[in-house]
């Protein structure tokens, strides 16, 4: 089975279509079948075309900067598309060919070096589109330095697709929106089993 990111420990560390297990909520009139034009279970070629690309020295470049248009690349494990919005670092996972997570990952400016993006402008606009969360909260996250932050959480989960915010998401500096279907959920549920299961094994 072709699983197009690796899952299991750094599943959970990772803001790259990391899923979290969330209560069984109310129907949702505004379920998404896509995020961000990128169709769930279709071949992600099906909603963006291949980035323009050469060979330098063997390597091969793909040139989105100046194309201007949506375009993907393959990455370490999973797809990156560029050219979306300039806010957003957007990775895409394939399950069995099929796109079945988007991540969009964006500068919350925690790093005033960074060009950022008003997380609370993303969390009004994802309302404004997908309707009110079924849930939301605040928690606490600290650095490796121990500084903390006030992360913001909004979660959304329908019939097959959900949908997770955090203003604050694995790295302090950054913040995270992931779409997923419950078929990527329930592979990434598999592989923490069987990771969980392989610890157990060594002693």
């Known amino acids: 089975m072709k699983l197009h990111l690796v899952l299991g420990a750094v599943l959970l560390?990772?803001?790259?279509?990391?899923?979290?297990?969330?209560?069984?909520?109310?129907?949702?009139p505004q379920e998404?079948?896509?995020?961000?034009g990128i169709k769930f279970g279709q071949a992600l070629v099906a909603s963006v075309i291949n980035c323009p690309?050469?060979?330098?020295?063997?390597?091969?470049?793909?040139?989105?900067?100046?194309?201007?248009?949506p375009?993907?690349?393959p990455a370490a494990g999973f797809y990156q598309v560029y050219n979306v919005a300039p806010f957003f670092d957007i990775m895409?996972?394939?399950?069995?060919?099929?796109?079945?997570?988007?991540?969009?990952?964006?500068?919350?400016g925690n790093a005033p070096s960074l060009a950022t993006v008003d997380a609370n402008g993303i969390a009004a606009a994802l309302i404004d589109k997908f309707g009110p969360p079924h849930y939301e909260g605040a928690e606490t996250v600290q650095n490796n330095a121990g500084a903390t932050f006030e992360n913001h959480v909004l979660r959304w989960k329908g019939t097959n697709a959900q949908i997770e915010f955090d203003s604050v998401s694995g790295e302090y500096n950054h913040g995270s929106v992931l779409a997923y279907t419950q078929i990527f959920a329930a592979h990434a549920e598999a592989q923490q089993k069987k990771g969980k299961d392989a610890v157990k094994g060594v002693f």
């Open 13 to 28: 560390a990772s803001p790259v279509c990391a899923q979290t297990s969330q209560p069984a909520t109310p129907a949702w």
């Open 32 to 36: 998404p079948t896509s995020f961000l």
């Open 53 to 69: 690309s050469h060979t330098e020295y063997g390597n091969t470049i793909y040139d989105w900067p100046g194309f201007g248009r």
């Open 71 to 73: 375009c993907f690349a």
């Open 92 to 108: 895409v996972t394939e399950i069995d060919g099929k796109v079945e997570c988007v991540s969009a990952k964006f500068n919350n």
